[in-house]
């Protein structure tokens, strides 16, 4: 039987009734008693409609109260990985002189070379590629300059300073300039400079080895050099003149 | 939570995630060959090789949200400055078989990073908190930058190895004068002075 016909707790009264007016009573009673239903059972309809109302209600309330979460936690990802604060950095350095040695190299040409690396794997897989920014002198060593005198003419003797070959004396990496191009994130390591570096001066010199014109005006550069330094010591000698070649014996005027 | 709350949270969720969005990364762009941007005669004998011991430790913080974070860096390895002349500012006097060689101060002529020394050991690295992000090429880059810098400033202020520098160019200068000299069958006495600083 639904709730809402859901009988009384007293059922009704049952009597004997003999006289007419006891039967009046009894139908007004038992109308009272289905008015009385009728009410109950309308009461609990409101009842139900009312908290269904309620339910319907609250729902979108739960929503909004789920979507408001999910930004907050959206907004969370956000600052941790992609944004926050702007960051506050110090960089503390010391320096202390370890080693002192003594050269003799004249650079006589500097080429500032904008390039970019390609760093492999041990499977030949690209790890990154770093543009980097480097400056490559080129010149020899002093030591390795020879002079001799070339008296075979005595009316023409010449004082023969001997060049070496041009070489790369160094090469320079900006380490300011590197940036980096990853395959894969996660080749963005703590350490990834110690393969970096390497990789840009060997790139460096390898691409300035490649140029031959460099090592031509390296070399006319040097004679210009050595004939600036010569040739004050040679002018009050009047039977001396100077004379530059290279180690292959060919000689620059 | 019920399929229609899950089907209405996910797209908001994706929405709210994608709007966001991270910073779009800056693609460098990746030249097919070296480009050679400054070709230049020079004349600089470099005299003396000095290597220096560095560290540079990078500490770098950062709010996320209510909380800090930090990330740390220390890099250790070794610098190589060179010292020496630049050439083309010396001048010769030559009167009777006496050499009066001009000759400029010495100064550092180039700063560079020993790869030799850099190994996996060279570098340590540590992140706090949530959000802190690793350290990476970037940070990296700013320490050597500030280390190379710091060694500059300390071998520019580092006058006792300047004048070493400058007495062994003359050391130099001086043996070619006499191979000169003694190519030639002569005898020079060479003089220094100092060449007034250029503008």
């Not at chain 1, 309330?61 to 604060?85: D, N, P, Q, T, Y």
């Not at chain 1, 980096?180 to 080895?209: G, H, L, M, Q, W």
């Amino acid at each position: 039987m639904p709730e809402s016909r859901k009988w009384p707790d007293k059922p009704p009264q049952v009597r004997n009734v003999c006289a007419a007016d006891d039967i009046d009573t009894v139908v007004t009673e038992i109308m009272k008693e289905e008015t009385d239903m009728e009410r109950e059972d309308q009461t609990g309809k409101k009842q139900k409609r009312t908290a269904i109302r309620k339910r319907f209600a609250l729902r979108p309330i739960r929503l909004l109260l789920l979507a408001a979460v999910v930004a907050a936690a959206a907004c969370f990802i956000r600052c941790s990985f992609f944004g926050g604060e702007e960051e506050q950095t110090t960089v503390l350095t010391s320096s202390q002189l370890a080693e002192v040695l003594k050269i003799s190299e004249l650079s006589v040409y500097k080429v500032t070379f904008n390039g970019v690396a390609a760093v492999n794997d041990e499977e030949g897989d690209l790890l990154y590629n770093v543009a980097y920014e480097a400056k490559v002198n080129v010149g020899f060593d002093t030591e390795e300059l020879f002079v001799s005198v070339d008296e075979t003419d005595a009316a023409d003797k010449k004082i023969v300073v001997t060049l070496p070959d041009m070489e790369v004396m160094d090469a320079v990496v900006d380490p300011g300039s590197l940036d980096y191009i990853f395959a894969k994130k996660r080749t963005n390591t703590d350490d990834v400079s110690a393969t970096a570096f390497p990789a840009c001066k060997a790139d460096a010199e390898e691409e300035c080895r490649a140029n031959p014109l460099i090592f031509e005006q390296a070399m006319e550069n040097a004679v210009h050099t050595i004939r600036g330094l010569t040739q004050p010591l040679l002018e009050q000698y009047e039977d001396y003149s100077l004379k530059i070649v290279d180690k292959g014996g060919v000689t620059y005027e | 939570m019920n399929r229609r709350t899950f089907l209405f949270v996910l797209p908001a969720l994706l929405l709210l995630l994608c709007g966001c969005g991270a910073k779009e990364e800056e693609q460098t762009e990746k030249k097919p060959e070296i480009s050679i941007s400054d070709m230049r005669a020079v004349c600089e004998l470099a005299t003396m090789e000095c290597y220096y011991h560095n560290t540079a430790k990078l500490d770098s913080e950062k709010k996320v949200l209510f909380w800090n974070t930090s990330k740390k860096l220390w890099i250790e390895y070794s610098g190589i400055v060179k010292l020496g002349i630049d050439v083309s500012r010396v001048d010769m006097k030559v009167d009777g078989n006496v050499v009066t060689i001009a000759m400029p101060e010495a100064e550092v002529l180039s700063c560079d990073v020993d790869e030799t020394s850099l190994t996996k050991d060279s570098f340590y690295s540590e992140t706090k908190g949530l959000g802190s992000g690793k350290v990476g090429a970037e940070e990296q880059s700013q320490a050597f930058e500030a280390a190379q810098k710091e060694m500059r400033a300390v071998v520019e202020q580092d006058e006792a190895l300047l004048l070493q520098a400058g007495d062994r160019a003359k050391i130099l200068l001086e043996n070619y004068v006499k191979q000169i000299a003694d190519a030639a069958g002569v005898t020079y006495e060479v003089r220094w002075e100092a060449v007034a600083e250029s503008d």
